[in-house]
């Protein structure tokens, strides 16, 4: 099976920065697109940033700037640098992976179990 597992939450004063990690481990024969998500309270999750296996990202209108995502393809492993944080970046973050465990078989979606961020004074 597959897992993935975040790090690297916690918190951070306005203005401060955070990185968080995620790692992939388990049956993987390639993974295609890396993201990270987040969920605040009362609110849906959505989608902050995306990066493509060959690096190819996209970003939330909102952390445009402040955040950069970045992966390690050799590693299993997406990383957010969250710089210049703000307290609506308050969230529970979650990556996701597209996943496919078999060079014949179908990827699929893979969660993290997230990893919270408060920005607070």
């Known amino acids: 099976q597959v897992q993935l597992v975040e790090s690297g939450g916690g918190l951070v004063q306005p203005g401060g920065s955070l990185r968080l990690s995620c790692v992939a481990s388990?049956?993987?024969?390639?993974?295609?697109?890396m993201g990270w998500y987040r969920q605040a309270s009362g609110k849906q999750r959505e989608l902050v940033a995306l990066?493509?296996?060959?690096?190819?990202?996209n970003y939330v209108d909102s952390v445009k700037g402040r955040f950069t995502i970045s992966r390690d393809n050799a590693k299993n492993t997406v990383y957010l640098q969250m710089n210049s944080l703000k307290p609506e970046d308050t969230a529970a973050y979650y990556c996701?992976?597209?996943?496919?465990?078999?060079?014949?078989?179908?990827?699929?979606?893979?969660w993290g179990q997230g990893t919270q961020v408060t920005v607070s004074s």
């Open positions: 990066i493509s296996r060959g690096g190819s990202t």
């Open positions: 388990g049956r993987i024969f390639n993974i295609n697109n």
């Open positions: 996701n992976a597209n996943i496919q465990s078999d060079y014949q078989g179908p990827s699929r979606n893979y």
